[in-house]
């Protein structure tokens, strides 16, 4: 992914991003992103920039996240990079279907702090659960292809 500027990031929310909501660009390894996404301050929102395949232009898209409650327990895969987590570390991410006044959400299981690409590229904590035989190469086609398929099925791309 190019570097973006804070000026950019606001166009492309159409100047909707609060001030907590605005990640700190001056630390993001571009070359590492297919996608950017962060976390709002608060925890309940989350937020990705990409490129989309249909027009090439930068797209910026809200989703509401609902942490998982309970003890905890269990293995959860991100639907998007199939990283395997222990205990907490996915959310359900939804995103509301174009037009449709937020009346209509589609949602996937994500890693909680949408950090996929890094995880795919063993940037963050390698996964201790499921090692996969897929190149990098396969495992970023297949990220950007779910994430398409579900932003696509949202009408946002």
């Known amino acids: ?21 605005m990640p700190d660009l001056t630390v993001v390894e571009w070359d590492a992103h297919d996608f950017l996404g962060w976390i709002h301050s608060a925890g309940h929102l989350g ?3 990409l ?11 809200q989703f509401r996240r609902f942490r998982f409650s309970g003890t905890g327990r ?7 990079c199939h990283h395997m987590h222990s205990g907490e570390g996915t959310a359900m991410f939804s995103v509301s279907r174009k037009g449709s006044d937020g009346r209509h959400r589609l949602g ?7 950090d996929c690409s ?24 297949r990220m950007q292809t779910r994430v398409h398929r579900w932003l696509t099925r949202a009408e946002r791309l």
């Open 118 to 141: 890094l995880r795919i590229r063993d940037l963050v904590a390698p996964n201790d659960y499921y090692q996969e035989k897929l190149n990098v190469q396969a495992k970023i086609w």
């Open 47 to 49: 937020y990705m920039l």
């Open 74 to 80: 269990g293995i959860h895969m991100c639907s998007l």
């Open 1 to 21: 992914m190019d570097p973006v500027t804070e000026a950019e990031l606001l166009d492309v929310f159409d100047g909707q991003l609060p001030a907590e909501a």
């Open 51 to 61: 490129l989309s395949p249909n027009d090439g232009h930068l797209k910026g898209i």
């Open 108 to 114: 996937n299981v994500v890693c909680k702090d949408l």
